[in-house]
């Protein structure tokens, strides 16, 4: 695993990869960028929780026109996984409107986005159809 | 007397492509007709408020040093698409303030062929190795990896959330949504666009994010809007055409977006623009069947959608059988962005904010030529900027 590293902080990778939240103790508020406090109620105190790999298909687009270096098309979906909403792509599927469907059921999955100069992976996260 | 404010004189330029004019060029001519417009001088100004979202700082001083230093108090503000409403909030809250009889609003941009906004891709990838940075710890830019944080495909979301909130299916509405606004700019010979596009020309374009093509994404383009704003102490004091011709600020109204589940993964621009409208509705004593037109944020089909129920014009959850019926063409019940909208007139970011309160007030004055709504009385005009601001500006005719 040492030659790994996760495109995010948040996700943890290992035999069953997953995201990882920091939610606020006093509300329950799920973030899963670097906090200064909660912007739900200003608490400062959070604590770490795994969040769901499956999860269903809230909203998606499939963007085909982006700025240079973005690869496209891909597909970008709104996931709520069992009450937390993730935003990624959903890999495996053909990014056309037939292939991808409003409250489809999907789940985590990882892939590799390539390797640095040290021989380091680097391994990023998408949904699939379950 | 009153703490009333009103518009007293206001103007935009032809927005389009200026490849000789620069953005002071653009605010000047805006600010000096809009003080024309109202019979005023730079003289008689006790603020101004400037926006210029992709300019040089200091753009209200450098528009002083062309028209007119007089020494009075400038605000520069910056708040994405909500510039404009920003910046004119601004002037209307000097002039409530008892600070200034008169206030100066302005937003101007130029924007012909800028392309794509936002979302330049990066690399972090520092010395040959993968260096975790920013507050996600991300290896690499993460736009297209993990999702979109894109205008287009961000604004696509919000639209099919829309529908699949409310079991819709008929994703052809948006694509019809675009076709109206492209007929309705036919009649704005300030549009940036001004040609009628057909149900298949708009979904056979060139596809951006699904369901949004080109001609449905707010167009590009170079423009500038100014507006002068009075006390109604200070009008009473004015001609009874300038007072005949004012535009009461029946609201003026911003707000941000509070924190929900999930407006971090995608932002909610649905509730803040309620808030806006609730507040607006309730400190103009004005309800949403009592408008006779709107300019809302169509900075995409899929967004203007969505608007038509945050500003409470239709039934929650009705927004699609609401443009079915055909109320938001210009010979509907409440006829929407009957100026082209952002689609076809145009989105200079800073000047939108200010160019739709001036096609409001062009009906109310009587004064919109062929593409009059009759009889206009009162109007609502809305912009929204992710981050997110919404501004809101209900507006009345004098009645004089």
Same mark, same amino acid.
């Given at each position: 695993?040492?030659?790994?590293?996760?495109?995010?902080?948040?996700?943890?990778?290992?035999?069953?990869?997953?995201?990882?939240?920091?939610?606020?103790?006093?509300?329950?508020?799920?973030?899963?960028?670097?906090?200064?406090?909660?912007?739900?109620?200003?608490?400062?105190?959070?604590?770490?929780?795994?969040?769901?790999?499956?999860?269903?298909?809230?909203?998606?687009?499939?963007?085909?026109?982006?700025?240079?270096?973005?690869?496209?098309?891909?597909?970008?979906?709104?996931?709520?996984?069992?009450?937390?909403?993730?935003?990624?792509?959903?890999?495996?599927?053909?990014?056309?409107?037939?292939?991808?469907?409003?409250?489809?059921?999907?789940?985590?999955?990882?892939?590799?986005?390539?390797?640095?100069?040290?021989?380091?992976?680097?391994?990023?996260?998408?949904?699939?159809?379950? | 007397?009153?703490?009333?404010?009103?518009?007293?004189?206001?103007?935009?330029?032809?927005?389009?492509?200026?490849?000789?004019?620069?953005?002071?060029?653009? /605010?000047?001519?805006?600010?000096?007709?809009?003080?024309?417009?109202?019979?005023?001088?730079?003289?008689?100004?006790?603020?101004?408020?400037?926006?210029?979202?992709?300019?040089?700082?200091?753009?209200?001083?450098?528009?002083?040093?062309?028209?007119?230093?007089?020494?009075?108090? /400038?605000?520069?503000?910056?708040?994405?698409?909500?510039?404009?409403?920003?910046?004119?909030?601004?002037?209307?809250?000097?002039?409530?303030?008892?600070?200034?009889?008169?206030?100066? /609003?302005?937003?101007?941009?130029?924007?012909?062929?800028?392309?794509?906004?936002?979302?330049?891709?990066?690399?972090?990838?520092?010395?040959?190795?993968?260096?975790?940075?920013?507050?996600?710890?991300?290896?690499?830019?993460?736009?297209?990896?993990?999702?979109?944080?894109?205008?287009?495909?961000?604004?696509?979301?919000?639209?099919?959330?829309?529908?699949?909130?409310?079991?819709?299916?008929?994703?052809?509405?948006?694509?019809?949504?675009?076709?109206?606004?492209?007929?309705?700019?036919?009649?704005?010979?300030?549009?940036?666009?001004?040609?009628?596009?057909?149900?298949?020309?708009?979904?056979?374009?060139?596809?951006?994010?699904? &369901?949004?093509?080109?001609?449905?994404?707010?167009?590009?383009?170079?423009?500038?809007?100014?507006?002068?704003?009075?006390?109604?102490?200070?009008?009473?004091?004015?001609?009874?055409?300038?007072?005949?011709?004012?535009?009461?600020?029946?609201?003026?109204?911003?707000?941000?977006? &509070?924190?929900?589940?999930?407006?971090?993964?995608? &932002?909610?621009?649905?509730?803040?623009?309620?808030?806006?409208?609730?507040?607006?509705?309730?400190?103009?004593?004005?309800?949403?069947?009592?408008?006779?037109?709107?300019?809302?944020?169509?900075?995409?089909?899929?967004?203007?959608?969505?608007?038509?129920?945050?500003?409470?014009?239709?039934?929650?959850?009705?927004?699609?059988?609401?443009?079915?019926?055909?109320?938001?063409?210009?010979?509907?019940?409440?006829?929407?962005?009957?100026?082209?909208?952002?689609?076809?007139?145009?989105?200079?970011? /800073?000047?939108?904010?200010?160019?739709?309160?001036?096609?409001?007030?062009?009906?109310?004055?009587?004064?919109?030529?062929?593409?009059?709504?009759?009889?206009?009385?009162?109007?609502?005009?809305?912009?929204?900027?992710?981050?997110?601001?919404?501004?809101?500006?209900?507006?009345?005719?004098?009645?004089?």
């Amino acid at each position: 695993m040492s030659n790994q590293i996760p495109f995010v902080d948040y996700l943890v990778l290992g035999d069953h990869p997953h995201l990882v939240a920091n939610e606020c103790t006093a509300c329950g508020a799920r973030f899963f960028d670097r906090r200064n406090a909660c912007a739900g109620c200003s608490g400062t105190e959070f604590r770490k929780v795994d969040v769901a790999t499956d999860g269903e298909i809230m909203s998606f687009t499939i963007v085909t026109f982006a700025a240079p270096g973005v690869p496209v098309p891909f597909v970008s979906a709104i996931v709520n996984c069992q009450g937390t909403s993730v935003r990624g792509n959903i890999i495996d599927v053909e990014p056309s409107p037939e292939s991808v469907t409003m409250g489809q059921k999907v789940t985590l999955a990882t892939y590799p986005l390539g390797a640095d100069e040290n021989g380091v992976e680097a391994i990023g996260f998408g949904f699939r159809p379950a | 007397m009153s703490d009333d404010v009103w518009i007293l004189g206001i103007y935009m330029t032809k927005f389009g492509k200026y490849p000789d004019r620069d953005t002071v060029d653009l /605010a000047a001519e805006a600010v000096l007709a809009a003080l024309k417009d109202g019979g005023v001088s730079m003289k008689d100004m006790g603020v101004i408020a400037a926006g210029c979202l992709m300019g040089p700082p200091g753009i209200a001083q450098q528009i002083q040093k062309q028209i007119g230093q007089t020494g009075i108090p /400038a605000y520069n503000v910056s708040n994405a698409c909500a510039t404009g409403a920003t910046a004119l909030k601004t002037a209307i809250m000097t002039v409530k303030s008892g600070e200034a009889d008169f206030g100066l /609003a302005v937003g101007v941009e130029k924007l012909a062929g800028a392309g794509l906004l936002g979302g330049a891709g990066r690399s972090t990838k520092t010395g040959n190795s993968w260096t975790p940075q920013g507050r996600f710890g991300e290896v690499m830019e993460t736009e297209g990896r993990i999702g979109t944080s894109g205008m287009p495909g961000t604004f696509a979301q919000i639209g099919m959330e829309y529908l699949h909130t409310y079991g819709a299916t008929n994703f052809d509405v948006f694509a019809k949504i675009s076709e109206k606004n492209h007929f309705h700019s036919t009649l704005n010979p300030l549009a940036a666009y001004t040609k009628a596009m057909s149900l298949d020309e708009i979904k056979n374009d060139i596809m951006i994010a699904y &369901p949004n093509t080109r001609p449905m994404c707010s167009a590009n383009c170079d423009g500038a809007a100014a507006a002068v704003v009075v006390s109604d102490a200070k009008l009473k004091t004015l001609s009874l055409e300038q007072q005949r011709r004012a535009i009461k600020v029946s609201a003026s109204v911003l707000t941000t977006d &509070p924190y929900e589940e999930a407006c971090q993964v995608l &932002p909610n621009v649905n509730t803040l623009t309620r808030n806006a409208a609730k507040i607006a509705y309730e400190r103009a004593g004005i309800g949403p069947e009592d408008l006779d037109l709107v300019e809302l944020h169509d900075c995409f089909a899929t967004a203007e959608l969505v608007h038509y129920d945050n500003l409470m014009l239709c039934e929650e959850g009705g927004a699609v059988d609401f443009f079915e019926s055909g109320a938001t063409w210009r010979t509907g019940k409440t006829p929407v962005n009957v100026s082209g909208g952002l689609e076809s007139k145009g989105h200079p970011i /800073a000047a939108t904010g200010i160019a739709n309160i001036w096609e409001i007030c062009h009906h109310l004055r009587g004064e919109a030529g062929p593409r009059q709504i009759e009889g206009a009385k009162v109007g609502l005009a809305h912009v929204i900027g992710l981050g997110s601001a919404c501004g809101i500006h209900v507006l009345e005719r004098s009645g004089l």
